[in-house]
């Protein structure tokens, strides 16, 4: 399974663009590349997901180089409720993918 | 809401006492898992149950011992822990096959005196 790397932690200011990027140099061609967002004492939240090139949803962008050897979560115009854990996953779409692991994340702090 | 519901949501226990965790999703997927979050680590997957296996971490001790009685209901039976087990405990659920997403319970926060 790949390993991720991401910043231990980030801060920004409320209205600002967030970019958490994820490195993953040992991401195998069938893994796709989730990311979670995660509250105090709750569970994970599924925020974005994609395989390759650029991502957009409701809530962010997820950009991805051709090499797939990282990853961009952007998060347009944060809020003070954005403040949270983000973690990055790599895994593959199904069998192994029951061994989906978490890194560290990234502690995001959005300031007023 | 998530589709997963955990109970109960907070849980103090002995060392020597014998409870568990409860799971149940609601979202007609056919694989579910246990993750164990301690404070301020990363989170630890624990079991994985799936329509075709069942998948364990082999650092999980015994004394913590999961049951899957059909692919809507998730246990996780504790005895005899120990204070370092105290943790956030998390539920999930995943569709299966292609883009695993996994839908995740509030959990149950853990104490063992």
């Known amino acids: 399974l790949a390993k991720t790397t991401q910043p231990i932690s980030m801060d920004s200011y409320e209205g600002q663009e967030v970019n958490i990027t994820c490195s993953h140099n040992?991401?195998?061609?069938?893994?796709?590349i989730t990311w979670y967002q995660q509250f105090p004492s709750q569970g994970p939240r599924f925020i974005i997901q994609?395989?390759?090139t650029k991502v957009t949803n409701e809530v962010a962008s997820l950009f991805i180089p051709a090499d797939r050897k990282s990853s961009t979560l952007s998060l347009p115009r944060v809020s003070l409720s954005d403040t949270a854990v983000y973690y990055c996953?790599?895994?593959?779409?199904?069998?192994?993918?029951?061994?989906?692991?978490f890194g560290s994340g990234t502690q995001l702090t959005v300031l007023p | 809401e998530t589709g997963v519901t955990q109970t109960p949501r907070h849980l103090v226990m002995g060392m020597t006492n014998k409870k568990s965790l409860k799971c149940e999703q609601h979202?007609?997927?056919?694989?579910m898992y246990w993750y164990k979050q301690s404070a301020k680590k990363p989170l630890e997957l624990m079991f994985v149950?799936?329509?075709?296996?069942?998948?364990e971490n082999n650092s999980v001790p015994s004394r913590f011992s999961p049951e899957c009685p059909n692919s809507s209901h998730l246990f996780l039976h504790l005895h005899t822990l120990q204070p370092e087990d105290s943790a956030l405990y998390l539920c999930?659920?995943?569709?299966?096959?292609?883009?695993?997403?996994?839908?995740f319970g509030s959990g149950t926060q853990l104490s063992v005196l």
């Open positions: 149950y799936s329509l075709e296996e069942r998948v």
């Open positions: 979202l007609g997927h056919n694989a």
């Open positions: 040992n991401i195998a061609t069938n893994d796709y």
């Open positions: 996953l790599v895994g593959a779409p199904s069998g192994s993918a029951r061994q989906l692991t």
């Open positions: 999930a659920s995943s569709r299966g096959g292609n883009n695993e997403k996994l839908f």
């Open positions: 994609g395989y390759k």
